[in-house]
């Protein structure tokens, strides 16, 4: 199983990105999912996740700017961002509660992506 990230870039202040987390492998199902970030010199923090059933929770900096969402048949997430500022720089990661044929549920993390909000 892989979970792989993509859409980060570099964008100017109130612009917006939209990333996307493709699981990929023996997937029986995915439970829940979410997105982490972490900038230069801070912990890893909480963006927001979403629940199979599509229930989804955010972080506080992150309501009413983002939006998180799945497709369950394509096994992708995504994280609609708009109204980006420079305090929004990080790399955004992806992870996934991931079942495979045989196996327990496992969480899985992606390799992160980097997202640049410039002023």
């Known amino acids: 199983v892989q979970v792989m990230e993509s859409g980060g870039g570099s964008v100017q202040s109130g612009g917006s990105l939209r990333l996307s987390c493709v699981a990929s492998?023996?997937?029986?199902?995915?439970?829940?999912m979410g997105w982490y970030r972490q900038s230069p010199g801070n912990q890893r923090e909480r963006v927001a996740s979403i629940a199979k059933e599509g229930r989804a929770t955010y972080a506080h900096f992150a309501e009413g700017r983002f939006t998180i969402s799945r497709d369950d048949a394509k096994n992708t997430m995504y994280l609609q961002m708009n109204t980006l500022h420079p305090g929004d720089t990080a790399v955004y990661y992806c992870?996934?509660?991931?079942?495979?044929?045989?196996?327990?549920?496992?969480?899985?993390w992606g390799q992160g992506t980097q997202v640049t909000v410039s002023s």
């Open positions: 492998g023996s997937i029986v199902s995915i439970a829940d």
């Open positions: 992870y996934a509660d991931i079942t495979e044929q045989g196996y327990r549920p496992y969480q899985y």
